[in-house]
């Protein structure tokens, strides 16, 4: 490099500066200004709404203070504990068929190298997720129907003629799980996928050349630096889970009351509020709901090192 080149250099670098910092600015202004809109809905839709229902728990009809009776109320109901049990027992069917199933296919799909056949499968996972809520359920109500399903031949081979003995309340925690697993598992299974192509390319390399195979590189290198991802997962999945109410809610309706109309909390609390006319009792339900969804929550963010640092 001339003397004249080593002169000149530095004098372009400091003109780059500026527009590199205004550039940066740029970013960071609109980082702050996505980080104000979201913490604006988050106040509007959640802190604010979550702040009224304790307001309501700890009152009575009249405004008045009321300590924990609404909670203890509530508690009390013999209603309560059922509905524990029932949206316990089916996020544990879920969640252990999301965590495993939706990790394993993601690592598959993955796996294969035709372009076309990785992309046409991940749109075939993705397009059940598609569907709203409802819009699944009713689809749900005719594959569950043996006279009128597609699959009414393995619904008679396990001995279930009719609706009715499909949809027996032992039998509704796994129906959910199916349901729930369907429709959401695809986006969670394009979410991994992707989160699978930020793995170095040179690190599986450098498996293969000591002899790993598949199953070792899933083993020891994907999985560990999915499971950020997977704790991600699992939290979402649980707060919406914890929300169990258009499956069953439809499922009543359409089975003339075979499956209770307060089968889930959320169907309880709903109960409270426009059956009974007792608002304060469905936000002491609510407010149960949160806690415990932040206590489990927290154990998939401590367990799975959510926020740690690489």
């Not at 009974?276 to 154990?299: H, K, P």
């Amino acid at each position: 490099m001339t003397a004249l080149e080593q002169t000149a250099r530095p004098a372009a670098l400091a003109r780059r500066r500026p527009g590199g910092r205004k550039r940066a600015g740029g970013r960071s202004a609109m980082s702050y200004g996505f980080i104000a809109l979201y913490t604006a809905l988050t106040v509007a839709f959640g802190i604010v709404p979550a702040l009224y229902a304790l307001y309501l728990s700890l009152t009575d009809a009249d405004g008045g203070f009321a300590g924990l009776a609404n909670f203890t109320k509530v508690v009390g109901d013999f209603r309560f504990l059922p509905a524990v049990g029932h949206v316990a027992y089916f996020l544990v069917l879920w969640l252990i068929a999301l965590v495993v199933l939706v990790t394993v296919l993601a690592i598959a799909v993955h796996a294969i190298r035709l372009r076309w056949l990785g992309s046409g499968l991940r749109l075939i996972f993705y397009l059940p997720g598609a569907l709203a809520g409802a819009s699944s359920v009713l689809l749900w109500l005719f594959l569950l129907d043996p006279t009128a399903s597609p699959v009414g031949g393995l619904l008679r081979f396990l001995g279930l003629s009719s609706f009715v003995e499909v949809i027996v309340p032992g039998h509704l925690p796994l129906i959910f799980a199916i349901i729930a697993f369907w429709t959401g598992a695809g986006g969670w299974i394009v979410i991994m996928y992707g989160a699978l192509n930020n793995i170095s390319a040179e690190v599986i390399e450098a498996a293969r050349i000591d002899g790993a195979g598949p199953v070792q590189i899933a083993w020891r290198i994907q999985l560990p630096m999915l499971r950020k991802w997977i704790s991600y997962m699992g939290i979402m999945s649980l707060a919406a889970g914890t929300q169990l109410f258009v499956e069953p809610q439809l499922l009543s309706q359409a089975s003339n009351a075979i499956v209770p109309n307060d089968y889930s909390l959320n169907q309880l609390a709903y109960q409270y509020a426009f059956q009974q006319n007792d608002f304060n009792g469905a936000a002491a339900i609510s407010l149960l709901l949160l806690v415990i969804a932040l206590a489990l929550s927290a154990v998939f963010v401590l367990r799975g090192g959510l926020f740690e640092t690489d």
